[in-house]
T-cell receptor
């Protein structure tokens, strides 16, 4: 069974630039999560989708972050404009349904300079 | 506010020794509790999951316990191996309809030869 795929693996950008991350969840998984993991901390949930609808985005900085999951499959997370404090690993995870085990991708390591 | 606190923050042990990691939570109403292992540069991988009615779950050398009354969980690692060096994250989901998972900050375990 293929796992959660994320790209790119690494990204370095200057502050105020834009960046986008892509996630392809496990086939058939209805729930998709985006997490931000700052070095030395646990993952922080940014947004949770159920199919193509948003379940929770209370911790998403909506002035600069946006996410979509068109057609309820792939998802993209965008940051515009980036700040230095956005440097982190962005993890995508998917689960068969809400509350079920979440499977994580390898993450995208973002460095903002 | 739903919170998950883990201790210790970091731990160093010798290969072959046992260790126990702690997780205290205030999530309510409780749905399930998972322990994840996160190797450096990788996404978290689920080790165990426990629901309200379960008080122990084993996965090889990993044994998790849950006391739902005191809202505490522990992860016991037996006969540690070098490959156990990783971050161990406690994740609690509350059953408030959305099953939003709340992550602890993790315990960083280093196993020395």
């Amino acid at each position: 069974e293929a796992g959660v795929a994320q790209s790119p693996r690494y990204k370095i950008i200057e502050k105020r630039q834009s960046v986008a991350f892509w996630c392809n969840p496990i086939s058939g998984h209805a729930t998709l999560y985006w997490y931000q993991q700052i070095l030395g901390q646990g993952p922080k949930l940014l947004i949770q989708f159920q199919n193509n609808g948003v379940v929770d985005d209370s911790q998403l900085p909506k002035d600069r972050f946006s996410a979509e999951r068109l057609k309820g499959v792939d998802s993209t997370l965008k940051i515009q404009p980036a700040k230095l404090e956005d440097s982190a690993v962005y993890l995508c995870a998917s689960s068969l349904e809400r509350g079920a085990e979440a499977f994580f991708g390898q993450g995208t390591r973002l460095t903002v300079v | 506010k739903n919170q998950v606190e883990q201790s210790p923050q970091s731990l160093i042990i010798l290969e072959g020794k046992n260790c126990t990691l702690q997780c205290n939570y205030t999530v309510s109403p409780f749905s399930n509790l998972r322990w994840y292992k996160q190797d450096t540069g990788r996404g978290p991988v689920s080790l165990t999951i426990m629901t309200f009615s379960e008080n122990t779950k084993s996965n090889g050398r990993y044994t998790a316990t849950l006391d739902a009354d005191t809202k505490q969980s522990s992860l016991h690692i037996t006969a540690s191996q070098l490959s156990d060096s990783a971050s161990y994250i406690c994740v609690v989901s509350f059953s408030g309809g959305s099953y939003i998972p709340t992550f602890g900050r993790g315990t960083s375990l280093i196993v020395h030869p």
